[in-house]
C-alpha cells in the first residue's frame, strides 16, 4: 500500500531536550515536505526537500532541521524544542513538488512543556 | 508574501444542502489550486484540483470553479451527507516547490 509514515503519532517532551520525528515513503517520490497545522493558521511549510541531498526553507523554519540521505526518509529535528513548537506535525511527499498530488502523512501530536 | 485566504472558518448545513467553501490567492503566477479533506485524527487527502487554463472542473458530488481575473476560486459540494463532514483546506502553487495552505473550513453536516 502507497503510505506516508510518520512516527511517533503523539509526543510529550520538555523544553530543549532534542527530538525526531521520522517520515518514510514507500512510493519513490523525489519531493518531501514538513508542514505543521495551528488552528486558525492552515498548514505551513517548515521545510521541503526536491531530492536526497537537495532542501530548502520554507515559510516558517526556525528551531527546526531536516536532513535527506535516503530518497524515501525526511526526518524532521527539533535539536532544542520550545512551547511554541507545541503543534500538529505533517510530513508529505510528491512525484515532483510542481504542481502534482501530495500524500500526507497521519501526523504527529506534538507537545513541548 | 504569497496568501491564499479561506472562507467560511467554520460551515453548517443540512444534509442534501449545498455547502461552498470560497479561496482568494495574492500571486498571480498561481497556476495550480488543490483542494484538501482531512478527517479527524488523518492527514489532509486530495480530493479535487483545478490548474490555470481550466474554469471548471466536476467529480461527481464535487466541483472547483476557478476565476483567474478575480484570484478567485471555490468548492461546491451537493447533495451533502454526513461523511462530508471534516476541515476542507484550499491550496495555491505557483510551479515552484511551495504550496501556500488556507486556513480551513470546518464543515458540519447535520442528519
Known amino acids: 500500500e502507497a503510505q506516508v509514515t510518520q512516527n511517533p503519532r503523539y509526543l510529550i517532551t520538555v523544553t530543549g531536550k532534542k527530538l525526531t520525528v521520522t517520515c518514510s515513503q514507500n512510493m519513490n517520490h523525489e519531493y518531501m515536505s514538513w508542514y505543521r497545522q495551528d488552528p486558525g493558521l492552515g498548514l505551513r511549510q517548515i521545510y521541503y526537500?526536491?531530492?536526497?541531498?537537495?532542501?530548502d526553507k520554507g515559510d516558517v523554519p526556525e528551531g527546526y532541521k531536516v536532513s535527506r540521505k535516503e530518497k524515501r526518509n525526511f526526518p524532521l529535528i527539533l535539536e532544542s524544542p520550545s512551547p511554541n513548537q507545541t503543534s500538529l506535525y505533517f510530513c508529505a511527499s510528491s512525484v515532483q513538488g510542481l504542481n502534482t498530488e501530495a500524500f500526507f502523512g497521519q501526523g504527529t501530536r506534538l507537545t513541548v512543556v | 508574501g504569497e496568501n491564499v485566504e479561506q472562507h467560511p472558518s467554520t460551515l453548517s448545513v443540512q444534509e442534501g444542502d449545498s455547502a461552498v467553501i470560497k479561496c482568494t490567492y495574492s500571486d498571480s503566477a498561481s497556476n495550480y489550486f488543490p483542494w484538501y479533506k482531512q478527517e479527524l485524527g488523518k492527514g489532509p487527502q486530495l480530493i479535487i484540483d483545478?490548474?490555470?487554463?481550466?474554469g471548471e472542473k466536476k467529480d461527481q458530488r464535487i466541483a472547483v470553479t476557478l476565476n483567474k481575473t478575480a484570484k478567485h476560486f471555490s468548492l461546491h459540494i451537493t447533495e451533502t451527507q454526513p461523511e462530508d463532514s471534516a476541515v476542507y483546506f484550499c491550496a495555491a502553487s505557483s510551479g515552484g516547490f511551495k504550496t501556500i495552505f488556507g486556513a480551513g473550513t470546518r464543515l458540519f453536516v447535520k442528519a
Open positions: 483545478i490548474r490555470s487554463n481550466v
Open positions: 526537500s526536491m531530492n536526497v541531498e537537495v532542501t
